[in-house]
């Protein structure tokens, strides 16, 4: 570990990011599986439910606004979309980025409640840079408040063969990761953000991704969590058969805390418990509510380090090619420190609270008539439901070809289900109705005509009035 702590102040980590990957190396060198048996949890009862929560009628709710921040995760790049700037300066919506409906959300509610809640951005050394020149152009009144950037620490990678720290001389930046959102806490407190936000009178921190639209600033959320003293709440949604393979809320028998398990934790004998949808109800949106004095009271408690569960990703020092060295990642999910306090609880929330922006399918709904921007600068279905949108991954899995083979978005206003298969180029004014499928063949784009498709699967071929898509299309980043 000596070679690690060396590597880490040379680089102008802080004690705290140190301490926080000696704890995670600590736990890779001695073995630790991290599993998570079945026998040694219960499922969660019934949960308090948003929908239920009134709490803010009566609430002074300047009062509270004043005393809470909003941190969004700003740390991704988005690499699975094949981006390579920020994730949140993707145009998403009325020629809006991410960022830029986040930073009007926060503007509208001071001034619609005159308060001055706070804005933090978490950026990584990858984001950094474009984020804060994005911000200096389109939100000025942002980008000089105090304590706007919370900088997410580094961490080395480890030598899967050797345990030592991973050398690769060619680019000495391949040596370095991200160490997971689990470095929020380790961050707050190392760059004494944590300390200066309590002293300033800041109580109450809002925690969710940029990429997620849904995860705005709800007032009831507030005042319950305000109301309840508890030092941590999650917001949790209720899983259906698609999140079956994903984690879930569980209860520790040993000690009743509330815990997080993965996929990744549960023994193979546990797979059908894990599996079960009505036993294990709920899962974790990463929506997560702190309250900054019990955090640092906690932090206090534990050396300045919470004891999360380590997440080992085994992969090549240089990721673009799989002939280098192996190295194991260092990881942590800020989820997991429910299990860190005594009194955390859980919410469970609608499932639009829920809406990340992962795959190009995603943003392909987003872009559409089937979401529209409120005069809170918050995005909300137009309609019951989202249609279920599934283009082929080999035309349109990466943004910019996704963006050559759409002139405009569809309607989907009336759609169910839409499946595209082959290189299909949406034009201006085409309209798609119930469930609907393009097949083309060819290796050439086919340029969709200008009419309404209704419960149809239409097979595209050279025959069609075809327009190659441009060449070298760029994402649309503001």
């Not at 879930?248 to 949808?277: Q, T, W, Y």
């Not at 019951?384 to 989907?412: F, G, N, Q, R």
Request: hydrophobic share 35%; net charge neutral.
């Amino acid at each position: 570990m000596d070679k690690f702590e060396k590597k880490m102040k040379d680089a102008g980590l802080t004690e705290a990011a140190i301490a926080a990957f000696r704890m995670n190396y600590d736990q890779l060198a001695g073995g630790a599986t991290g599993l998570l048996p079945e026998k040694e949890i219960d499922a969660v009862p019934e949960l308090p439910k948003l929908i239920d929560l009134k709490t803010s009628d009566g609430a002074d709710k300047k009062e509270l606004l004043s005393a809470t921040a909003v941190l969004k995760l700003n740390g991704g790049l988005g690499t699975s979309m094949g981006l390579e700037k920020a994730k949140s300066l993707l145009i998403v919506k009325d020629n809006k980025t991410f960022l830029d409906l986040i930073a009007e959300q926060i503007k509208y509610t001071r001034k619609k409640f005159d308060s001055n809640v706070r804005f933090v951005l978490m950026n990584s050394f990858s984001t950094s840079d474009d984020t804060k020149e994005h911000l200096s152009k389109a939100h000025k009144d942002l980008i000089g408040e105090e304590d706007v950037e919370l900088l997410q620490n580094k961490s080395p990678k480890v030598d899967a063969k050797t345990l030592e720290p991973a050398s690769w001389p060619q680019d000495p930046d391949l040596e370095w990761c991200p160490p997971g959102h689990g470095d929020i806490y380790s961050s707050l407190l190392g760059s004494g953000m944590l300390d200066r936000l309590i002293k300033s009178g800041i109580k109450y921190l809002f925690v969710s991704n940029s990429d997620n639209l849904g995860a705005t600033l709800d007032l009831d959320l507030l005042a319950y969590f305000a109301s309840s003293k508890k030092g941590f709440v999650c917001e949790v949604a209720e899983r259906t058969a698609a999140d079956k393979k994903g984690g879930h809320l569980a209860k520790r028998k040993s000690d009743g805390r509330l815990v997080l398990r993965e996929s990744a934790m549960c023994p193979d004998e546990d797979k059908g418990d894990f599996e079960n949808i009505s036993k294990h109800k709920y899962f974790n949106t990463n929506n997560l509510w702190v309250n900054l004095p019990s955090l640092k009271a906690t932090l206090d408690a534990s050396k300045g380090v919470l004891q999360l569960p380590l997440i080992k990703n085994k992969k090549t020092v240089n990721p673009r090619d799989a002939d280098t060295p192996a190295v194991f990642q260092l990881e942590t999910a800020m989820g997991s420190a429910i299990e860190c306090f005594n009194d955390a609880g859980a919410v469970v929330v609608p499932r639009d609270r829920f809406a990340p922006v992962k795959t190009c399918n995603d943003l392909f709904a987003l872009r559409s008539d089937v979401y529209e921007v409120t005069k809170e600068s918050t995005v909300v279905l137009a309609v019951p439901s989202c249609p279920m949108i599934k283009l082929d991954d080999k035309h349109y899995k990466l943004v910019d070809k996704l963006e050559a083979l759409t002139e405009a978005p569809p309607s989907l206003i009336a759609c169910k289900s839409l499946t595209v298969k082959g290189p299909v180029k949406f034009v201006k004014g085409v309209v798609i109705k119930g469930d609907v499928t393009f097949e083309n063949e060819g290796k050439e784009p086919v340029s969709l005509e200008r009419k309404t498709y209704e419960n149809t699967k239409e097979k595209l071929g050279q025959t069609n009035a075809n327009e190659t898509a441009p060449v070298g299309a760029q994402p649309a980043f503001a």
